[in-house]
């Protein structure tokens, strides 16, 4: 069997990867082609319908980031459409010339009071948030230190900075701290970046050590709040929230398409550090700015977060009643702490039979594999909604308990 890596660096003629990787998909070489590529057959829900090669399904959906189901709120939709009925449907100019309307800049507004920061900037891609906001501030001679862990937009973003990348273990405050001190006193431009809520993992970085390390060696704070604004934190206000270190933050980033359901990206931090941003962040000075109706309704997005109004706590208990569940059964689950439950497995053949056995029984879910994290820890990623009933949850623990079982991944003595 074959794995994606194979067909990278070959050489050669530029098309011929890509002829020899059509050929391995057709010839069923490449088990998990089949686990991708899904089509929504509608609004995603708590149940959706899904396409693949076999047809149509019926599932459970735990494979969106849309954990407040936001995407269907009446507030948001209607929102959206009265926007799109006088804007249109596309903004048809970059923001600097003239794709920004009144409600472009009523939302970064909105971000800015929702973080508590000066200003802030609506990017029109979340990928290309991280990817330019790093290169926009960084350049050659200054270091970049970056958990090992965080998001692949971060990284690439790093690369195209030009400046240094140093790297530590996930989560490792000794090791950081090791890095930071090895930076030498000439280098002025020190930038730490870290996810808020790691994406395959779901856990929270530990922000209230990273400050600390970050004022005592001269550096400035980055935190990628994408699957944490919204979710966690008292108010939902994100991963710096949960240690009471909003105003600590030097550069609060984030994506607008998990919990708040949208499209796009933002940045929020001081007006003055915003405002260079807008000039010199290439993938937003470049693009053509978000489409009036999509910014409507994050709009109300941010009304129904800044009033806890979103559902937070019923998907909080939606979580814990899951991964109680799944835990009681014998599955690792890590210590996430986010609406991102994993599941690891450590076996990738056992990950794809797992998986696949899952969707045949109605349950969708994200398989997870290298290079998004080692072999020997691929997992499953749920993704949890707050509109999730208790029936539910329970079918989703009750088809996990039937498919390990099945599959030898945990010892039950339940007869399903």
Avoid: W
Avoid at 15 to 33: H, I, M, R, S
């Amino acid at each position: 069997m074959k794995k994606f890596e194979d067909f990278i660096g070959r050489g050669g003629d530029l098309f011929f990867k890509a002829e020899a990787f059509q050929d391995a998909v057709y010839a069923g070489e490449l088990p998990l082609a089949p686990t991708l590529g899904h089509r929504i057959q509608g609004a995603v829900d708590t149940v959706s319908e899904l396409r693949d090669a076999s047809g149509l399904q019926e599932v459970l959906m735990f494979g969106s980031n849309s954990y407040l189901n936001l995407t269907n709120h009446p507030q948001v939709v209607c929102a959206a459409k009265e926007a799109c009925e006088r804007y249109g449907y596309g903004a048809g100019a970059v923001s600097l010339y003239a794709g920004m309307t009144d409600l472009h800049r009523t939302l970064e507004l909105s971000i800015a009071r929702f973080y508590q920061t000066e200003d802030a900037l609506v990017l029109p891609s979340g990928y290309g948030s991280n990817v330019g906001l790093i290169a926009a501030l960084c350049q050659p001679g200054d270091v970049v230190v970056n958990d090992a862990f965080n998001h692949a937009s971060i990284f690439d973003g790093c690369k195209l900075s030009g400046a240094e990348v140093k790297i530590y273990p996930h989560a490792n405050m000794a090791g950081l701290e090791r890095v930071l001190a090895r930076i030498p006193d000439s280098v002025k431009g020190r930038l730490i970046v870290t996810d808020g809520v790691f994406s395959m993992h779901g856990d929270v970085a530990p922000l209230d050590q990273i400050t600390a390390l970050a004022q005592r060696y001269g550096a400035r704070v980055m935190v990628d709040d994408a699957h944490g604004i919204g979710v966690v934190g008292p108010s939902g206000r994100g991963s710096a929230e949960v240690f009471g270190l909003t105003h600590q933050i030097d550069l609060h980033a984030g994506v607008l398409s998990k919990a708040p359901g949208g499209l796009g990206g933002f940045c929020a931090g001081k007006k003055a550090v915003v405002n260079y941003l807008r000039y010199y962040t290439r993938s937003y000075f470049f693009s053509t700015a978000l489409p009036a109706s999509v910014v409507a309704g994050l709009i109300e997005v941010f009304k129904l977060l800044e009033e806890d109004r979103a559902g937070r706590q019923q998907l909080k208990n939606n979580v814990a009643y899951l991964k109680q569940g799944l835990r009681q059964l014998g599955f690792t689950i890590g210590n996430s702490a986010s609406g991102i439950v994993p599941v690891v497995i450590g076996h990738e053949d056992k990950l794809i039979a797992l998986h696949q056995g899952l969707y045949a029984r109605g349950l969708y879910c994200n398989i997870v594999t290298y290079p998004a994290v080692r072999r020997k820890e691929c997992r499953l990623r749920l993704c949890v909604m707050s509109s999730m009933n208790r029936e539910q949850l329970d079918r989703a623990i009750h088809i996990f308990a039937s498919e390990g079982k099945r599959l030898d991944l945990i010892q039950t003595k339940q007869d399903f």
